[in-house]
C-alpha cells in the first residue's frame, strides 16, 4: 500500500508559478511510476506529467517547456514545478503511484491505483 498527500496548490495569476509537493509513504521504492493528473470541472481527468524511479519523465504537449516533474527518492516526495501558468492550467490536481516495470510510465489514469486527495490550482487571467 502507498498512502499520497499532496500540497502546494492556490491560486495565481496567469504567468505565475507554483510548485506542487506529493509525499508518498508506505511501500515506496524506486519501481513506483509516479505522475502528476488533473481534472477541470466538466471533464476527463488526463495525465499532466509522470516520471519512473530513474527520473526519465514525459509531459502532456499542453505542458511541455512550463512544468518540470521530479521525486526525491531519498525523501520519497514528488514534485511538479509550474511556470508561466496559464487559465487553462485550472484544475484540481492529483498525484497518483503504481509499481510499474514498463519502459515508461503510463499515462491512462485507470491504470494508476494510488491517488491522493488532489490539490486545487486557479489562474485567473
Known amino acids: 500500500q502507498v498512502q499520497l498527500v499532496e500540497s502546494g496548490g492556490g491560486s495565481v495569476q496567469a504567468g505565475g508559478s507554483l510548485r506542487l509537493s506529493c509525499a508518498a509513504s508506505?511501500?515506496?521504492?524506486?519501481?513506483?511510476?509516479m505522475g502528476w493528473f488533473r481534472q477541470a470541472p466538466g471533464k476527463e481527468r488526463e495525465a499532466v506529467a509522470r516520471i519512473m524511479g530513474d527520473g526519465s519523465a514525459r509531459y502532456a504537449d499542453s505542458v511541455k517547456g512550463r512544468f518540470t516533474i521530479s521525486r526525491d527518492n531519498a525523501k520519497n516526495t514528488l514534485f511538479l514545478q509550474m511556470s508561466s501558468l496559464k487559465p487553462e492550467d485550472t484544475a484540481m490536481y492529483y498525484c497518483a503511484a503504481i509499481e510499474w516495470f514498463g519502459l515508461a510510465c503510463p499515462s491512462e489514469a485507470r491504470m494508476y491505483n494510488y491517488w491522493g486527495q488532489g490539490t486545487q490550482v486557479t489562474v485567473s487571467s
Open positions: 508506505g511501500d515506496t521504492d524506486s519501481r513506483l511510476c
